[in-house]
């Protein structure tokens, strides 16, 4: 109902086209765009948050785009009515990639572990065979 | 999520596809259950599966709607170490092998896994494990059912609540009609139609676009999902294996399993398993990396999987997909739903309620349970709350921290209560901690770790001389139930 | 660091392989345990 509710129109007054990220700060490169729009609508991206060269990144009538695989990097995003020239707010995400020395961290740990559980399983297997 | 706008088959060519596979299963389901009546044949398929079947169920199972779905979400969102990092969840399989192999010598008449926490470390260990177990079953049944909601939408415009309605009646039906047998041997062709389709699909792409399109776009347009130093996915791949190796360690689906397998069958049977599961997230991973390249707007990561295969593959696709996808939530609900019941009726009602439970009460008690699972999935399937990984990452904390009391308990004499206590207490906490101070892709990672030193501290402070003999139980199946 | 395309073709095309090859051996293993009657 909560999903229903986010992409229900709201009235057809043009001022209404409302844009919003899943989240502000981006630590995996992955966020989704959403927005409320009864009629087709262009998502633009841009680096700054006056648009001074905006890309187009989607051209439809979908409510909602996944982005993923994105660098470090600050990105700013606002859709317009394709027939109109009503704009959205504009939306600022930052795109900040865990430390890699965090990274090899938990992955260190993960391997500690997952070695001690088959250490553990391996040895225990065996002593179980032999008696 | 209703952004996603058109249907891509129409609603009555999905209805006749449900219905034709429905009737299959109910008819599969009546046939192979009509000689199913003591309690140990219903169950436990009369603890005498054999090596394809037995292969064919695990993999079945572990394939649920999270690799046909959420293998390519995770690809791509963390790109190409995500989709590897899935497949590590076959090490859960591999691990599970040796366990299996033990828990059928050290235990040949038991039942749930309950059954060993309780005797092997006691009451409260078994309760505080009780609850683990009964989160995670509903949270992996409730995604599936939401699952089946969504897909079936999204597929054919069928609503919401008719999909997800459809797909928990039918599995409720056939494993009510035929118990363990029905679960099992529909595995097996569920199995058979997986593969199948997850083959055709990816092949199609490659035909399609070739690899040369596909490594290139994402390249230009996500270029960190073809980074092997991304950092999110380095720390997912470990975590996504401990994730796996808790869910199966603890779970009563590989349990009962194991009890339900012939002597010498599970170790062969898991292994096989783990072999023939591993590619099956990388080839269904791979076709989300196809997205750049068709210039696919994906509005919600979890609907990337059908939409690219439809795209593809147009109505064709769309069938495919909607059998396959059928296929992998039956294989996993109906055991799920087996495996759970038997855990209530042995667990809790047994052990609870009515200690002098004939095996014929257990098997109307056992009957009853799947109806009420099925009904109570349904209830909490029908407000369609969050969304499919989320619900099911969750349990990670939860799952992870029973590894290392379940292991040790397995294999070393000194494993202790204590530490198996504050190994599931602690290793929850710490790992629900981490999921929202730092993301899903390190809370399985926290609680394995924080439990497993727990379980090393106390084991080292006192340690236990466990009597293997003790997990040898007497059950009313061999004092005089019915025959 | 960027997965070369080279790589990248054959982890997918190998996985590939092993799951076309999985129903058939799901099959063979199948006759065998029926051959023997060990089914279930």
């Known amino acids: 109902m909560l999903a229903l509710a986010l992409t229900t129109p709201l009235g057809a007054a043009a001022q209404s086209l409302q844009l919003e990220a899943d989240t502000d700060v981006a630590t995996a490169g992955y966020y989704q765009l959403r927005w409320s729009s009864t009629s087709p609508v262009v998502l633009e991206e841009a680096q700054t948050a006056e648009f001074a060269s905006p890309r187009v990144i989607y051209r439809g009538s979908d409510g909602a785009r996944v982005m993923s695989g994105k660098p470090d990097g600050e990105l700013y995003y606002r859709v317009r009515n394709s027939d109109g020239d009503a704009r959205s707010n504009v939306v600022k995400v930052t795109v900040r990639h865990h430390s890699l020395e965090r990274a090899f961290a938990f992955f260190a740990l993960g391997a500690t572990v997952f070695i001690a559980t088959l250490l553990l399983i391996v040895s225990g297997a065996r002593a179980g065979t032999s008696r | 999520m209703d952004v996603v706008n058109s249907a891509i088959l129409d609603p009555m060519t999905g209805w006749v596809i449900l219905a034709a596979f429905s009737a299959l299963w109910i008819a599969l389901g009546w046939y192979w259950g009509r000689h199913s009546q003591a309690l140990d044949d219903y169950v436990l398929a009369g603890r005498r599966v054999g090596l394809a079947l037995g292969t064919a169920t695990a993999m079945a199972t572990w394939v649920t709607s999270n690799t046909t779905m959420a293998a390519p979400q995770i690809a791509l969102q963390m790109g190409i170490w995500g989709m590897l990092g899935y497949s590590l969840g076959a090490v859960g399989l591999f691990l599970f092998a040796p366990l299996a192999a033990r828990i059928r010598r050290l235990m040949p008449t038991g039942y749930t896994s309950g059954d060993f926490i309780r005797l092997r470390y006691g009451h409260f260990a078994w309760r505080v494990f009780l609850v683990i177990s009964l989160f995670y079953s509903l949270g992996w049944l409730v995604s599936m059912g939401m699952a089946g909601g969504i897909l079936i939408h999204a597929l054919t415009g069928i609503p919401y609540h008719y999909g997800m309605t459809v797909i928990l009646g039918i599995c409720v039906g056939y494993t009510l009609l035929g118990g363990f047998r029905a679960v099992i041997g529909t595995d097996f062709i569920q199995a058979l139609l997986i593969l199948s389709g997850v083959v055709v699909i ?158 014929a009460q257990m098997r109307t008690a056992s009957a009853r349970i799947i109806v009420g699972l099925g009904i109570l999935t349904w209830l909490l399937c029908a407000p369609r709350i969050t969304t499919l990984a989320e619900l099911l990452y969750f349990t990670g904390a939860f799952v992870a921290s029973t590894i290392w009391p379940i292991a040790a308990g397995l294999f070393w004499r000194r494993a202790n209560t204590l530490g198996a206590i504050a190994g599931m207490l602690l290793g929850s906490a710490a790992g629900l901690y981490s999921y929202f101070a730092i993301g899903f892709y390190v809370a399985a990672l926290v609680g394995a770790a924080v439990s497993m030193s727990c379980v090393l501290i106390a084991c080292w402070l006192q340690p236990a001389a466990y009597d293997w003999a003790d997990l040898q139980e007497h059950h009313p199946q061999e004092s005089g139930g019915t025959p | 660091m960027i997965i070369p395309e080279t790589l990248f073709g054959i982890v997918i095309a190998a996985a590939l392989c092993l799951t076309a090859l999985a129903p058939i051996l799901l099959l063979v293993l199948l006759v065998q345990d029926w051959k023997k009657g060990d089914l279930w």
Do not use: C
Not at chain 2, 224 to 247: H, K, Q, R
Not at chain 2, 263 to 273: M, Q, S
Not at chain 2, 315 to 344: K, Q
Not at chain 2, 345 to 355: G, K, Q, S, T
């Open chain 2, 202 to 359: 990816a092949f199609l792409a490659i035909q399609h676009i070739g690899f040369d399109d596909i490594h290139r776009s994402i390249a230009t347009e996500r270029p960190e999902l073809l980074n092997l130093l991304m950092p999110a996915s380095i720390m997912f791949l470990f975590n996504n294996l401990l994730f796996g190796v808790g869910e199966i360690f603890h779970s009563n689906v590989w349990w009962s399993r194991a009890f339900s397998f012939r002597e010498g069958v599970g170790f062969k049977a898991y292994t096989l398993a783990g072999l023939l599961w591993a590619p099956i997230p990388i080839v269904a991973g791979f076709i989300a990396l196809a997205v750049p390249a068709l210039s696919l707007n994906v509005p919600a990561a979890d609907m990337v999987g059908p939409m690219v295969a439809a795209e593809i593959l147009g109505t064709a696709g769309a069938v495919l997909v909607l059998i396959m996808v059928f296929s992998a939530l039956s294989s996993s609900i109906d055991s799920l739903l087996a495996a759970t019941s038997i855990l209530v009726v042995e667990d809790i009602y047994r052990r609870h309620l009515r200690p002098n439970a004939t095996s």
